[in-house]
């Protein structure tokens, strides 16, 4: 167990729909991470936070958007869902700003119908 | 930008023998990370073993070590001793050390271990 936990583990909807994915990172770290891992793009990273800030961002769409809260969880937003947003979707956490070792979630695996 | 590639796509080894997994990665940053994930069929990624680009020696975690050849840019993982469950997924991955450049992945190589 890493520490890091992620809601829902599973999320099946429907094209056009919006869901929101949940984070909360391990007890003291300020860093967040977010990454998708589909079959044809592998994984990829999508966006960073830290302590409340956007602090990278990578091949993230414009329909998807994320923040880091006070209490430090974070939120990904992803919305007008299509058919090819199925993946899986992780959260990591790190203690720094990034480049210590990152320490992932169990995923939710989200399937769009 | 930063490049991992892992050229093994799949891999059989026997029970208790030692593998290794091939990485190779492409940076122009003087410092940077090297990290190993485990990611077993149940989906979640799990973090093996890190090495720094100035550290000295191999890093080395339990039955994992890390074969690092700077000057070859490689980032080999070795394996002793295989257990059945450590067939999964394994990935390699770097970070530069400067700037806010995310975690870079390859696309992974199969393990999987015969009894």
């Known amino acids: 167990d890493s520490g890091v936990t992620q809601t829902p583990k599973h999320l099946i909807t429907a094209t056009g729909q919006r869901v929101t994915l949940r984070c909360s990172p391990r007890s003291g770290d300020l860093s967040v991470y977010w990454y998708q891992q589909s079959l044809d793009q592998g994984l990829q990273f999508l966006i960073q936070y830290y302590n409340g800030e956007e602090r990278a961002k990578g091949n993230i769409l414009e329909r998807f958007s994320a923040q880091q809260f006070p209490d430090l969880h974070s939120e990904l937003n992803l919305s007008s869902l299509e058919l090819g947003d199925s993946a899986l979707y992780f959260c990591?956490?790190?203690?720094?700003?990034?480049?210590?070792?990152?320490?992932f979630g169990p995923g939710t695996r989200l399937t769009v119908t | 930008a930063q490049k991992i590639t892992q050229t093994q796509p799949g891999m059989f080894v026997q029970e208790k023998e030692a593998v290794t997994l091939d990485c190779t990665y492409d940076?122009?940053?003087?410092?940077?990370?090297l990290f190993w994930y485990k990611q077993p069929s149940s989906g979640e990624m799990i973090f093996l073993i890190y090495?720094?680009?100035?550290?000295?020696q191999n890093a080395t975690e339990g039955r994992y070590s890390l074969n690092f050849q700077k000057a070859r840019k490689s980032a080999n993982l070795v394996i002793s001793a295989s257990q059945l469950g450590d067939s999964a997924m394994y990935f390699c991955?770097?970070?530069?050390?400067?700037?806010?450049?995310?975690?870079?992945f390859g696309k992974g190589t199969r393990l999987s271990v015969i009894a």
């Open positions: 990591a956490s790190s203690s720094g700003q990034g480049w210590y070792e990152q320490y």
């Open positions: 940076t122009s940053d003087p410092s940077y990370g």
């Open positions: 090495q720094g680009s100035y550290d000295q």
């Open positions: 991955a770097m970070r530069p050390y400067s700037g806010n450049t995310p975690l870079v």
